[in-house]
């Protein structure tokens, strides 16, 4: 029985961790939607702040000073976004620059909340064909192996106690 369970912690453990580099991959394609989506924003606010005669800087500030409510929040939005922008980019450039196996790292190191949730709920397995998913199967099934190990370690000096009389 416990070879069985044992083989079972691998076989979870193995799938589990075979599905992070299919995460990285759709959410590395959700990344890139919202880059071409924010900076098709800025691009808007950058043209409209041009037309006055005002950097992206400037626009921003002039919005945040304004005494209208709305108008501040949509300064303080546009540089919410911007931010947002060059934070995402810069992750997609350490994606795009990091190798197979070290694009989990790039993905763990700068990940965006709201898009992992968001990748997260759509996220549909994938079969791990890649180097780095069979890398990350076999991670798994050793997590999943060494856990079942240590439980049992764990049980059998449960056993071994001697009852104290």
Do not use: C, H, W
């Not at 709305?70 to 911007?82: D, K, L, T």
């Not at 890649?130 to 000096?157: D, K, N, Q, S």
Request: hydrophobic share 50%; proline share 4%.
């Amino acid at each position: 029985m416990a070879r069985v369970l044992l083989l079972i912690a691998m076989l979870l453990g193995g799938t589990a961790a075979s599905q992070l580099p299919e995460f990285s991959q759709q959410y590395r394609q959700r990344l890139g939607g919202a880059i071409d989506a924010l900076e098709e924003i800025v691009a808007d606010f950058r043209r409209d702040a041009e037309a006055f005669g005002l950097t992206v800087s400037e626009a921003i500030a002039r919005q945040q000073a304004s005494e209208d409510p709305f108008i501040q929040a949509r300064g303080n939005s546009m540089a919410v976004a911007e931010t947002r922008l060059n934070r995402l980019k810069r992750q997609a450039a350490d994606m795009q620059a990091a190798g197979p196996f070290l694009r989990l790292v790039a993905f763990a190191r700068g990940f965006d909340p709201q898009m992992a949730r968001s990748t997260a709920r759509d996220y549909e397995p994938a079969l791990p064909v890649t180097a780095e998913g069979l890398a990350g199967a076999g991670i798994g099934a050793l997590g999943g192996f060494l856990v079942m190990r240590l439980l049992a370690g764990l049980a059998r000096l449960g056993r071994r106690s001697p009852a104290r009389t």
